[in-house]
Structures are given as C-alpha cells and as structure tokens.
Nanobody
Framework: QVRLVESGGGSVQNGGSLGLSCEASGITGSTYALGWFRQGPGKEREAVASINADGSTDYGDSVTGRFTVSKDNAKPIMYLQMSNLKPEDSAIYYC??????????????????WGQGIHVTVSS
C-alpha cells in the first residue's frame, strides 16, 4: 500500500521562500515518478514538478526557475523548495506517485496515489 504524507507549507509573504516535503512509503520497484501538483481556489489541478527514480526532473512553466524538486532515496522523501513566491502560488499542494514511470511526468492522470494535500498561502 502506497502512502504519501506531505509536510511543511504554511504562510509566507510575496517574494519569500518555503519548503515542502513528501514522505513516500510502500513504493516497490526501481521505476517510479513522484510529482507535486497544486490546486488554487476555483482552479483546476496544475502540475508543479516531477522527479523520477533516477533523479531526472521536469517543471511546470509557471514555476520553472523558482521551484526546485529533489529527493532522498532512503525513503524516498521528495522535497520542493519554493523561492520568489507569488500570491498566485497560493494553493493546496499535493504529492503524488506514478509507479512504473521511466521518466518524470507532469500528467495528472498518470498518477495513481495521492497525498492529502497541504496549504500554501502567499500574501501580497
């Protein structure tokens, strides 16, 4: 049973930085992708970043250059370091797992397992 638990998040001012973590358990096999997605009020769920087992990464256009995804292989634990945050980054951020993935993926429908979500609020 795959379980994903997000931590971190909270509130920050415009231009600030914040970090998120996602602890994954129950992932077996050497091919998988972990992803960060977010959903703001009244908006569709949006891909933020993804990292596969080999450490290759991919980013959504709106966060490229500001956010960095990484992982610790021990658990694995995935991290999202967010810098130069803007009010439009405010959302519920979700961690997700795609088992069997050879590459990072920003496609929501490819992910079968999701965390409960964590709030990020950026004030202007």
């Amino acid at each position: 049973q795959v379980r994903l638990v997000e931590s971190g998040g909270g509130s920050v001012q415009n231009g600030g930085s914040l970090g998120l973590s996602c602890e994954a358990s129950g992932i077996t096999g050497s091919t998988y992708a972990l992803g960060w997605f977010r959903q703001g009020p009244g908006k569709e769920r949006e891909a933020v970043a993804s990292i596969n087992a080999d450490g290759s990464t991919d980013y959504g256009d709106s966060v490229t250059g500001r956010f960095t995804v990484s992982k610790d292989n021990a658990k694995p634990i995935m991290y999202l370091q967010m810098s130069n945050l803007k009010p439009e980054d405010s959302a519920i951020y979700y961690c997700a797992a795609f088992l069997g993935a050879r590459y990072p993926s920003l496609l929501t429908y490819e992910y079968s397992y999701w965390g409960q979500g964590i709030h990020v609020t950026v004030s202007s």
